[in-house]
């Protein structure tokens, strides 16, 4: 009888058994089924919509090997590279400009700015002026206008650069195709070029060496040259700050564009003989400074005193050191009130004013 009902009981457990493996293989054949019909129900949409329109898939594209790396992404703003100016353009001077703030707004060379205008300066930086019209070259060099009888090599020469230098700047636009079997070009009476590169010597506008045993040899700088031969005091060969105010007002020492220094202060302040000397020039000046006067200090050295308001000297006579000569000013070529200060030494020249005197 036992064992009876344990073989129902085992029975009963194989039954329950067998119907949960029913119910789950069912399930499993209605969920492969799924995708079929639903297949099935979207060929017949699609069969019935074609005379419509049609349905792009919204499913992702396949990326092959070479879409799928880093994405560039397009850029709307086109940005164009600086490229190097070839021909000249223009500035118009304005106030408070000085020959190095020009140059350095065009990232040229002082000297370029004035070997490009030669007609409006003069190579003097004292000639600049606020409302003038400057020519600014693309570079450093020289602007030089041809003239009849002149040839490329000469012109080359003078300017210390190469033939092909001048020939192959774009901004010329000579004509290669016209060059001769001696390489000279074609070029028109008158045609301004770019030199680049170029260089030449600047003219020293300031005043000439005066002695007081050869006074006469300044009667081309003005009206204030000195004619006769004279004697007197005799310098130390140590200076003194010429003026009372002690710093800058306009240009510094440069060697070759302003070989003195600008001096601040205000019309009508002492200026100061340097060292002991002998007036050799005390008057006008024709090249751009105003009133002026020279002192020969007898020992290889005079000293030059620019600008002035009024001049309290006279030929020949002398001074001792500290002694007043004049009163500052703003005369000539001037920006505005200011002393402009030179030395020269008959062995070294202009020298630089900052290496013999300080405030």
């Known amino acids: 009888m036992a064992k009876t009902k344990m073989r129902c009981l085992l029975l009963e457990i194989a039954i329950v058994i067998l119907g949960f493996g029913t119910a789950a293989c069912a399930g499993r054949a209605q969920l492969g089924s799924a995708p079929a019909a639903a ?11 074609s005379s419509a329109e049609v349905i792009l898939s919204a499913a992702p594209l396949q990326e092959s090997a070479s879409e799928s790396g880093i994405r560039r992404f397009a850029n709307l703003k086109t940005i164009i590279p600086n490229r190097p100016r ?15 703030l020009i140059a350095e707004k065009y990232n040229l060379k002082p000297e370029s700015v004035l070997w490009g205008n030669y007609e409006v300066l003069r190579d003097n930086p004292q000639f600049l002026q606020p409302g003038q019209e400057l020519v600014i070259l693309p570079t450093d060099g020289v602007y030089y206008p041809w003239k009849a009888g002149d040839t490329l090599n000469g012109v080359a020469n003078f300017f210390r650069v190469k033939a092909e230098d001048i020939l192959n700047w774009p901004g010329n636009q000579l ?11 074609q070029i028109e009476d008158g045609t301004w070029l770019i030199i680049p590169g170029g260089w030449r010597e600047l003219r020293d506008w300031g005043p000439p060496a005066i002695t007081r045993s050869n006074p006469a040899a300044a009667a ?69 400074y105003g009133y002026l006067i020279v002192l020969d200090h007898g020992n290889g050295w005079q000293s030059a005193y620019a600008h002035l308001s009024a001049v309290g000297v006279t030929c020949g006579q002398s001074v001792g050191r500290g002694n007043v000569i004049g009163a500052l000013g703003s005369s000539g070529n001037s920006s505005g009130p200011h002393l402009h200060f030179e030395l020269r030494s008959e062995i070294y020249g202009k020298v630089n004013p900052w290496d013999y005197v300080s405030p």
């Open 86 to 100: 070839a021909e000249v353009s223009s500035y118009t001077v304005q106030p408070g400009d000085n020959l190095f």
């Open 39 to 49: 297949q099935a129900t979207q060929a017949d949409t699609e069969t019935n919509s």
């Open 175 to 185: 004509d290669l195709a016209a060059i001769d079997q001696e390489g000279e070009a």
């Open 220 to 288: 081309y700088y003005g009206s204030g040259y000195c004619g006769s031969i004279y004697e007197g005091a005799i310098g130390t060969g140590f200076f003194i700050w010429p003026t009372s105010a002690t710093y800058l007002s306009g240009y510094d020492y440069s060697p070759s564009l302003h070989p003195g220094i600008d001096i601040a202060g205000a019309v009508g302040n002492a200026i100061f003989a340097a060292d002991s000397g002998v007036v050799v020039f005390a008057g006008w000046s024709e090249f751009g």
